[in-house]
């Protein structure tokens, strides 16, 4: 909905109802406790991540970071 990076709906239409549960999550509202349902996931590791990211309760904190050049392992895989 916000990144047209987000392909997780076409490359897993199976898990459409875990995705959409947690997709405006963090942006309806603030609280953390709502808005996301990892159960929704049919897929353990689906599953697994999202109570891993849910957890920690990302909210798009500040980082910093550095640039780095690509490593050809990863430059080379199709999905870029």
Known sequence: EY???????EREPDEIEGFQSC??????????????????????????????????KWDNAPVVYEEVVC???ISSLPCW
């Open 71 to 73: 490593p050809p392992e």
């Open 3 to 9: 990144s047209w990076s987000n392909t997780c709906e």
């Open 23 to 56: 997709g405006r999550w963090m942006i309806d509202s603030q609280d953390s406790a709502v808005n996301c349902d990892c159960s929704k996931f049919k897929s353990p590791v689906l599953r697994a991540g999202c109570e891993n990211f849910y957890s920690m």
